[in-house]
Nanobody, 126 residues
Framework: QVQPEESGGGLVQPGGSLRLSCVTSGRTHRNYEVAWFRQGSGKEREFVAAIRWAGGSTWYADLVRGRFTISVDNAKNTVYLQMNSLKPEDTAAYYC???????????????????WGQGTQVIVSS
């Protein structure tokens, strides 16, 4: 029902900002949760942020809390990840994922997400 497609990655200097976009095609998004994950070179996939499409609840990983903001534009079927004060350790491929709203699996459980985008690369370097 949902096909995520990410964009907005690129090269940015430390302290800079980027806004990632995730267009989620599908008939409805009301019952879905959308999350951003990232995976650095040679590292495991890790949770970044998530949002409940209906209701506006959000979750953030400790490493990005206060710097990143996740939001939804219902008219455009798009989830955004505004990334400020970027650090070199934020360098990674960022993936948008979606799942039907769940109560059992935690919001940060990557294995619980069914739909995944192809990823967009973020490089933070001087």
């Amino acid at each position: 029902q949902v096909q995520p497609e990410e964009s907005g990655g690129g090269l940015v200097q430390p302290g800079g900002s980027l806004r990632l976009s995730c267009v989620t095609s599908g008939r409805t998004h009301r019952n879905y949760e959308v999350a951003w994950f990232r995976q650095g070179s040679g590292k495991e996939r890790e949770f970044v942020a998530a949002i409940r499409w209906a209701g506006g609840s959000t979750w953030y990983a400790d490493l990005v809390r206060g710097r990143f903001t996740i939001s939804v534009d219902n008219a455009k079927n798009t989830v955004y990840l505004q990334m400020n004060s970027l650090k070199p350790e934020d360098t990674a491929a960022y993936y948008c994922a979606a799942r039907p709203r769940q109560v059992i699996n935690t919001i940060s459980s990557s294995s619980s997400y069914i739909y995944w985008g192809q990823g967009t690369q973020v490089i933070v370097s001087s």
